[in-house]
């Protein structure tokens, strides 16, 4: 995928260069680009069916509730392949990835609508029958694996699993993320694909466990706000970071706030997202 997006090797003789970026525009558009002569269309059809279907495996499996979707999306037999076939075809023509690693490539299907986006605000119409959710749903899949792949560890920032959550600084473990969607990504499906977002945000907690595997919460705004001030603003003790909290939300009696606050604290350390307070 790597050389499909970046051409040849530089160390190549000129004319090998030049074969090589023609083989590689073909594979990536065999629609609109021709393949360099000499190569005959039964090795080129494999080369097409190799790249192609390792990158469109490759997304399946990063992105399964798209993938299902866009399999009922199909609107009887077309040449070009089905509504999943087609978003897959449009990416691997359209994206030049920044990595060689296939771990990243969901990455890298993230980066494409990311552009895409950014080109439909700017005023440029590339495919109306996209639905307005598909890169937050593609964000919420993508982030699972994210999660699951990442380095981060609770022992990366010195800390004390049983400090004061008042008096000492509360630590967000560094593999408890909150999320804010306009769309209700964890709700989407075959099933339900909502037209219009609702009137208030999708808050979500994603945490990877204990044994690996990535558990999905939703969130109080309160408590999302929280888990945002603890990682905006680390130097904080808890009740600092409390009673700035009861002032945003306009809290009537701060006091009463900030023991509903302190049982916050302690139940997000009971479950893991709060590892306990940092250390000197």
Same mark, same amino acid.
């Given at each position: 995928?790597?050389?499909?997006?970046?051409?040849?090797?530089?160390?190549?003789?000129?004319?090998?260069?030049?074969?090589?970026?023609?083989?590689?525009?073909?594979?990536?558009?065999?629609?609109?680009?021709?393949?360099?002569?000499?190569?005959?269309?039964?090795?080129?059809?494999?080369?097409?069916?190799?790249?192609?279907?390792?990158?469109?495996?490759?997304?399946?499996?990063?992105?399964?509730?798209?993938?299902?979707?866009?399999?009922?999306?199909?609107?009887?037999?077309?040449?070009?392949?089905?509504?999943?076939?087609?978003?897959?075809?449009?990416?691997?023509?359209?994206?030049?990835?920044?990595?060689?690693?296939?771990?990243?490539?969901?990455?890298?299907?993230?980066?494409?609508?990311?552009?895409?986006?950014?080109?439909?605000?700017?005023?440029?119409?590339?495919?109306?029958?996209?639905?307005?959710?598909?890169?937050?749903?593609?964000?919420?899949?993508?982030?699972? +694996? %994210? $999660?699951?792949?990442?380095?981060?560890? #609770? =022992?990366?920032? !010195?800390?004390?699993? @049983? *400090?004061?959550?008042?008096?000492?600084?509360?630590?967000?473990?560094?593999?408890?993320?909150?999320?804010?969607?306009?769309?209700?990504?964890?709700?989407?499906?075959?099933?339900?694909?909502?037209?219009?977002?609702?009137?208030?945000?999708?808050?979500?907690?994603?945490?990877?466990?204990?044994?690996?595997?990535?558990?999905?919460?939703?969130?109080?705004?309160?408590?999302?706000?929280?888990?945002?001030?603890?990682?905006?603003?680390?130097?904080?003790?808890?009740?600092?970071?409390? +009673? %700035? $909290?009861?002032?945003?939300?306009?809290? #009537? =009696?701060?006091? !009463?706030?900030?023991? @509903? *606050?302190?049982?916050?604290?302690?139940?997000?350390?009971?479950?893991?997202?709060?590892?306990?307070?940092?250390?000197?």
């Amino acid at each position: 995928m790597s050389d499909l997006a970046h051409g040849s090797d530089t160390t190549a003789p000129p004319s090998l260069a030049a074969e090589q970026d023609a083989l590689a525009a073909h594979i990536r558009d065999p629609e609109r680009v021709p393949p360099p002569p000499g190569i005959e269309e039964r090795r080129l059809k494999i080369y097409r069916e190799l790249f192609f279907n390792n990158v469109e495996g490759l997304l399946a499996n990063g992105f399964p509730v798209i993938r299902r979707i866009f399999d009922t999306r199909n609107e009887g037999a077309r040449d070009d392949g089905t509504a999943w076939t087609r978003l897959i075809r449009a990416f691997f023509r359209e994206h030049g990835c920044r990595t060689p690693l296939f771990t990243e490539l969901p990455r890298e299907f993230m980066r494409w609508l990311e552009d895409r986006a950014e080109r439909e605000a700017a005023g440029e119409v590339l495919d109306p029958s996209q639905p307005a959710w598909l890169q937050e749903l593609a964000h919420y899949e993508w982030v699972e +694996l %994210a $999660l699951q792949l990442s380095d981060a560890g #609770p =022992d990366d920032i !010195a800390h004390d699993p @049983d *400090g004061d959550l008042l008096d000492g600084r509360p630590l967000l473990s560094p593999l408890a993320w909150p999320l804010a969607y306009a769309w209700p990504v964890h709700t989407i499906g075959p099933e339900h694909q909502p037209h219009t977002p609702p009137d208030i945000p999708t808050l979500l907690l994603l945490r990877r466990e204990a044994g690996g595997e990535v558990s999905f919460h939703a969130l109080t705004p309160l408590t999302f706000r929280l888990l945002q001030r603890l990682d905006e603003q680390p130097g904080l003790s808890g009740r600092e970071q409390l +009673l %700035a $909290l009861a002032t945003e939300a306009g809290a #009537p =009696d701060p006091a !009463a706030f900030l023991v @509903d *606050g302190a049982g916050m604290l302690a139940q997000l350390r009971a479950e893991g997202t709060v590892l306990g307070t940092r250390r000197e």
